[in-house]
């Protein structure tokens, strides 16, 4: 099924396969926007509200040392949300896995019929409006009173207009929070999520109030600021903990007054919409620390939400780790049914200091590298360390790799590409060390 007029945006720098791949996407009622140039992407996401990316497998250019899987995994730390599928005329392997691993949707190759790389990307945007909603749910997947706490918090405040900050360590899902928070709302919809913690001061005024033609050097159009919107929409700001005093005394003139003056504008204009902020600082301490102000603290901090770190509610590991398996299971076609109770409560009894955010990436790991119905091995950096102490005591760090590559080998059943992807080295580099230290592959 075509899902109609779905947006998609093509990077490639092949005109020809460019120019392909639209007619046939728009052939079949997809809205496409295209360019050749990587560094759009953030526009494409942000401007178009783009569902689904196309990239050119070999971004890489002369003059340019960023290459695919580099523009994939800035794109996806940014816009975790956006199913990416990469297309390529010579298909390499290795780069391939990593780019799965990275987290694109798909690798086809560009002789693919029409018909398939239509199916490919319709399943790709279809993925995205089933799956993601549930994604946006899985913070709130457990049992524990912690979860239950911010559910019923969650279901007075949403329908307010309250400003509500989030607050807890990397990691936790404060902006699943924040999503949830917005879907039930007054006003239904997505968040504009805003990561203010990256703007660079300079850009901070810009970026979000925005800017008339000829305000500065390169404003060559009129462009509306991110915050430059009404209709109780919810912005929601990522990192604020991060931002200088004078952005700090900017943002609150906008909530004190609802109003905000573009640059190069003398008159302000009106503006409405819901706020919600996030920090994994300790902000009463930064206050007291005269590092942010107390008046804008109090203007964020209308409700707080505390989510606490994964390892002070172990009890919804077993849940997440189910809701993960499913979904992994469908974005990577795999039919894997349960994970070995040993190695449940391995991740039990581990710290998570990446919190769900591990979790989800060391599920995801485990599912990719499965080959039964079972996950019976753990992928952690605890357990990979007990590993070690359980080799010959050294400290040659020759043999400590050469040990490593060897139990690696054996964890993945003699299979190089798999075992480089585990080691994070490339397959040539494998087979170097391999010739190195010795080590025949039976």
Not at 361 to 370: D, G, K, M
């Amino acid at each position: 099924m075509v899902i109609n007029r779905r947006k998609v945006g093509i990077i490639d720098t092949s005109s020809d396969r460019r120019q392909s791949i639209s007619n046939q996407l728009k052939s079949s009622n997809f809205e496409v926007i295209s360019a050749s140039d990587p560094r759009k992407i953030p526009f494409f996401i942000n401007h178009h509200s783009i569902e689904v990316l196309i990239l050119d497998f070999d971004l890489a250019q002369p003059n340019n040392s960023a290459d695919t899987p580099c523009w994939l995994q800035e794109t996806l730390a940014s816009f975790q949300q956006i199913p990416i599928v990469l297309v390529t005329n010579q298909p390499d392997f290795d780069k391939a896995l990593e780019c799965i691993d990275i987290g694109a949707s798909n690798v086809l190759h560009s002789s693919n019929c029409p018909d398939l790389l239509i199916d490919k990307i319709t399943q790709s945007v279809e993925a995205k409006t089933q799956n993601f909603p549930k994604e946006t749910n899985s913070l709130l997947i457990g049992k524990s009173k912690a979860i239950q706490t911010i559910q019923s918090i969650i279901e007075q405040v949403a329908p307010t207009e309250a400003n509500i900050l989030i607050t807890g360590e990397n990691g936790t899902g404060k902006g699943l929070v924040a999503k949830e928070i917005s879907l039930k709302s007054k006003h239904p919809s997505d968040c504009t999520t805003i990561d203010v913690g990256v703007l660079p001061e300079n850009l901070f005024e810009s970026e979000l109030f925005g800017y008339k033609k000829g305000a500065f050097t390169d404003a060559k159009a009129d462009q509306k600021g991110k915050l430059h919107v009404n209709g109780g929409t919810c912005i929601f700001l990522d990192e604020i903990g991060n931002i200088s005093l004078k952005s700090q005394a900017k943002l609150l003139s906008v909530l004190q007054t609802r109003s905000l003056t573009p640059l190069g504008c003398s008159e302000p204009v009106d503006v409405h919409f819901r706020l919600i902020t996030a920090t994994n600082q300790d902000l009463p301490a930064c206050v007291h620390k005269k590092q942010f102000r107390q008046d804008l603290y109090y203007r964020l901090n209308t409700v707080e939400i505390k989510v606490p770190p994964l390892r002070e509610r172990k009890e919804d590991i077993a849940p997440l780790c189910a809701h993960f398996l499913q979904f992994f299971n469908q974005k990577y076609n795999k039919s894997i049914k349960t994970i070995d109770k040993s190695v449940l409560k391995a991740y039990e009894n581990y710290s998570w200091p990446g919190n769900i955010r591990e979790l989800e990436h060391t599920i995801e790991r485990a599912v990719i590298f499965c080959e039964c119905e079972t996950i019976e091995q753990n992928w952690l950096p605890e357990y990979e360390e007990k590993a070690f102490s359980s080799m010959q005591s050294t400290f040659n760090l020759a043999q400590i790799e050469a040990k490593t590559i060897i139990k690696a080998i054996e964890a993945h059943k003699g299979n190089l590409s798999k075992t480089s992807l585990a080691l994070g080295i490339t397959r040539s580099s494998l087979y170097n060390k391999l010739d190195k230290y010795k080590i025949t592959i039976r």
